[in-house]
């Protein structure tokens, strides 16, 4: 598996959460995403990053709750969601673009998405 995200669980709304999205070193030239999706709903783009750490556009209903950093040491993009609420419930998936050194919105860009981790936030 080249991409794998861990992390997600069960968490009172207002809570915090932080995923983990380990990737081999031969992707780490590549920027990394993470994307949630709602089962019977299209993926969406949550956050972005480049290898040179530079952070894309949040999506407008995470934006101020969720955080994307990148540890290159570790191979390791993180996600800290914090003040989580129900509507955040989703499968989440990170993935690598397919080529380029930019961050692109469509799921069709990516590519090694790996298995997802459940994330659960109770009312």
């Known amino acids: 598996v080249q991409l794998q995200a861990s992390g997600g669980g069960l968490v009172q709304s207002g809570g915090s959460l932080r995923l983990s999205c380990e990737f081999q070193?031969?992707?780490?030239?590549?920027?990394i995403a993470w994307f949630r999706q709602v089962s019977g709903k299209e993926r969406e783009r949550v956050a972005c990053?480049?290898?040179?750490?530079?952070?894309?556009p949040y999506g407008p209903s995470v934006k101020g709750r969720f955080t994307i950093s990148r540890d290159s040491t570790k191979n390791t993009v993180y996600l800290q969601m914090n003040d989580l609420k129900p509507e955040d419930t989703a499968v989440y998936y990170c993935?690598?673009?397919?080529?380029?050194?930019?961050?692109?919105?469509?799921?069709?860009?990516?590519?090694?998405w790996g298995r997802g981790t459940l994330v659960t936030v109770s009312s």
């Open positions: 993935a690598r673009r397919r080529s380029g050194y930019l961050c692109a919105y469509e799921p069709s860009a990516h590519t090694s």
């Open positions: 070193d031969s992707l780490r030239s590549y920027p």
């Open positions: 990053i480049t290898n040179a750490g530079q952070i894309a």
